[in-house]
């Protein structure tokens, strides 16, 4: 069900609403709650203690929330929720799940991992699968991102879902009143989108000579991951692919050498930053907000209104605008597709079997609309005024959102609704669509990655294997090495290391399809 026209959402309209979508309310009048208990009966809340992590900023201020009261009313639930810092957030973990009892529910922010795995077969964590099948809203998250959370076929987490496309360095984004200053069009093509560069760089619209045609970096991998849609446009595999029964590592295949030839063109004639080496990819995005920069490589959230706002302060004539993919010389294009999600949530097998029942029911109503509705603009009177889910418009007073900034309902709603649209953030109507637009057009070019949800142990115990490639690829594209030299570490790697690599993700891969 989606919201298309302004709403005044009172309670007893969300609740209307939650029970025609199959989700619960708490609230009077007969309506069920999360925990499919009729309000009114003698049902206790279940009390949740939960562990998450704070990506940024400060935390939500818990005592007298407004927002946790409402949740806590319509979910019958008691929650008490600790959040911590990204920065030591995996010590505190570490320390939780060897402790076994000290929290409900906890977020693994690692996803599925060699750790994650381990620790599922050895029983640490509920067996959810069967407790998943009842919840409809969870049942919403798409099968891809189902699998590349499960272990041995089995539910030990529920993901907190993400679009499959449209997370990380996905496609490019260009200064287009740079473009239309003289009279380009928006790049389809690598050709079309090197010869932008190549005017950038000449005519110097930033002025004062201080224009980097392209901000990308760093580079530390051998993918250089600052430029993929670069090495989609020829026809580069996402990171693996299988071929002729084999498992192939993308730099093992011809079309690395041609992409890293375009990296090296590019980046010795000036059309990329001299610093991508070493900058950030914080930094690369400060330089292009700054307005010193004609593209970059980014998702749609480059498009949010805080992003756009830094860059017309710079300059009040800045627009973007977002090439979903750039074809290649051979007509190849793509974009990646990513886990399609951030987290794992899992409760710890100490945890009581009836309890760990109301805890999923309470995940699954955090995923339901009303539920997103909280998150995205808080409580109808308290924080806001008017919202309109489909477009993000909101109608909020000045305290409404000190309130809301000082609550944080995103933290307090600890699942989300899956939407493919998720990236799509902007609270301006005609961005927010062409947020959209561009991630539509992902879904015609998506490259997988078979391995995605397939461990290697030797691999995970070796993170630094491509070191040596790292180092006799960046060189070459920097001008100071030559292709024999990353030849020879793509040698070593196949005929060393990189055989029980691809050995062991072939091996998992068979298995999964049996």
């Known amino acids: 069900m989606k919201i298309t026209k302004w709403v005044s959402i009172s309670l007893a309209l969300t609740l209307a609403m939650g029970t025609a979508a199959g989700c619960a309310s708490g609230d009077k009048g007969g309506q069920t709650s999360s925990s499919g208990k009729e309000e009114g009966s003698d049902s206790q809340p279940t009390t949740i203690k939960a562990l998450t992590i704070l990506a940024a900023g400060e935390p939500p201020i818990l005592e007298n929330n407004k927002t946790l009261e409402e949740i806590e009313k319509r979910a019958n639930i008691k929650l008490n929720l600790e959040v911590v810092p990204g920065d030591v957030y995996t010590d505190k973990v570490n320390i939780a799940i060897a402790a076994g009892n000290q929290y409900d529910l906890i977020l693994l922010t690692d996803g599925k991992d060699d750790k994650y795995v381990k620790l599922a077969k050895q029983g640490a964590f509920h067996d959810l699968t069967e407790l998943v099948a009842k919840n409809d809203n969870l049942q919403k998250i798409p099968e891809y991102t189902w699998n590349n959370t499960t272990v041995d076929g089995k539910t030990f987490g529920i993901p907190r879902p993400r679009g499959i496309y449209g997370g990380g360095n996905s496609n490019i984004f260009i200064r287009k009143d740079w473009l239309d200053k003289y009279n380009l069009p928006v790049p389809a093509t690598l050709d079309e989108f090197t010869h932008a560069l190549q005017v950038f760089k000449e005519k110097d619209p ?31 595999p996402y990171s693996y692919k299988v071929e002729d ?41 400060d330089k292009f907000k700054s307005g010193m920069a004609g593209a970059m490589v980014d998702n749609v959230g480059m498009l949010d209104d805080s992003n756009m706002s830094v860059m017309k302060k710079a300059d009040p004539n800045a627009e973007l605008v977002g090439i979903p993919f750039i074809e290649g010389p051979n007509g190849d294009k793509g974009v990646q597709m990513i886990e399609g999600y951030f987290g794992i949530w899992v409760i710890p097998s100490k945890v009581p079997k009836e309890k760990a029942e109301k805890i999923v029911e309470f995940l699954n109503w955090s995923a339901s609309e009303e539920a997103t509705i909280i998150s995205k603009a808080g409580i ?74 397939i461990l290697s142990e030797t691999l995970g115990k070796n ?13 070459y594209v920097m001008g100071k090495g030559e292709w024999e030299a990353v030849q020879a570490e793509i040698d070593a790697w196949s005929n060393g290391i990189g055989a029980q690599i691809l050995k062991e993700y072939m091996d998992g891969y068979n298995a999964s399809k049996k």
Request: cysteine-free; proline content about 6%; charged content about 25%.
């Open 206 to 236: 930033a002025g004062g000579g201080n224009t980097i045609p392209m901000v990308a970096g760093p580079f530390n991998s051998p993918w250089f991951g600052s430029l993929n849609p670069i090495g989609f446009s020829f026809g580069l």
């Open 245 to 285: 029964g084999q498992a192939v590592a993308y730099f093992q295949t011809p079309e690395y050498k041609d992409y890293l030839d375009w990296i090296r063109m590019a980046y010795t004639s000036g059309l990329i930053d001299k610093d991508a080496p070493v900058t950030k990819t914080v930094q690369s995005k």
């Open 380 to 453: 109808e009177g308290i924080h806001y005024d008017k919202y309109n889910l489909e477009t993000g418009e909101i109608e909020r007073n000045d305290e409404q959102k000190k309130l809301f900034d000082k609550e944080k309902p995103a933290i307090l709603i600890l699942q989300n609704e899956y939407d493919k649209y998720y990236y799509a953030s902007s609270l301006i109507p005609e961005i927010r669509k062409e947020q959209r637009a561009v991630l539509d057009e992902f879904e015609k070019a998506g490259v997988e990655n078979p391995f995605i949800s």
């Open 463 to 475: 993170p630094e294997h491509t070191k040596k490639l790292i180092e006799a690829s960046t060189n």
